[in-house]
């Protein structure tokens, strides 16, 4: 993908190419191409550090007007759950960023522009190129347009929530107890293994769900405990005797 249509993408038009080419230079593309250059221009490591930043005060003010009645807890959790590795790295597939990154050869032959920690630092790097190139009238609605589907909703931006933590702060509210988690099996072969995790509350099952991985399965088992639970929070069958 061209910058100009990656730029068509965010609805933003740099002035300065070279910070935007900066933004997505891996540094295992400085490193092999780039060594004469000062470090501060060499790769996007401090773009991407710039960047954690701005994003956490553009999150943190949609957060605030988004969920006017929630406490200061609740908004660090909202907060945590959009802002992390796993979220940024979808936001940035979401606008093709892996098409445009610069990646060094060995890297580039291992995949590098589809993993996760690299997506996320190049559109950490990339938010702070917009910060630099047009300042923070510039960035914030950038910022508020692709995060936009997590926001569209009160309930989709919940289902961010870490399940597991909500799930042990319903049972210690009405039980004073701490769930525990419980591996059934494990199938599949290791590169493809796929688990199956059971939730339990002072012995009793709560609800079981699998996952490519342990903690995947107990966040499903979790998210599942959870909708159980719900409506029925007072039924005798998950009360602790």
Not at 55 to 80: C, H, T, W, Y
Not at 120 to 144: K, M, N, Q
Request: hydrophobic share 40%; charged share 25%.
């Amino acid at each position: 993908m061209t910058l100009e249509r990656l730029q068509e993408r965010l609805k933003y038009t740099f002035g300065d190419r070279a910070v935007l080419l900066q933004s997505l230079t891996h540094k295992s593309f400085g490193h092999e191409f780039f060594q004469e250059k000062p470090i501060a221009l060499r790769d996007n490591e401090r773009l991407e550090f710039l960047g954690d930043a701005i994003l956490d005060v553009v999150v943190s003010d949609i957060l605030l007007e988004s969920f006017p009645n929630a406490n200061e807890g609740q908004l660090s959790k909202m907060r945590a759950a959009v802002v992390n590795e796993k979220t940024l790295a979808q936001l940035a597939k979401s606008i093709y960023l892996q098409h445009c990154i610069r990646l060094g050869k060995g890297e580039a032959q291992t995949g590098g522009n589809e993993k996760a920690s690299i997506l996320s630092s190049t559109l950490e790097a990339l938010i702070a190129a917009i910060y630099l190139d047009g300042g923070f009238s510039a960035v914030y609605p950038v910022v508020r347009y692709i995060f936009a589907p997590l926001f569209e909703e009160e309930r989709e931006l919940m289902a961010f929530y870490d399940h597991k933590t909500q799930l042990q702060e319903i049972i210690q509210a009405h039980w004073k107890v701490t769930p525990t988690y419980h591996l059934l099996e494990a199938q599949g072969p290791d590169h493809a293994k796929i688990f199956t995790i059971e939730v339990r509350m002072n012995g009793k099952t709560l609800a079981s769900a699998s996952g490519s991985s342990k903690k995947d399965a107990e966040q499903n088992a979790a998210k599942t405990a959870i909708l159980s639970i719900g409506s029925s929070i007072h039924s005798p069958s998950i009360e602790v005797e």
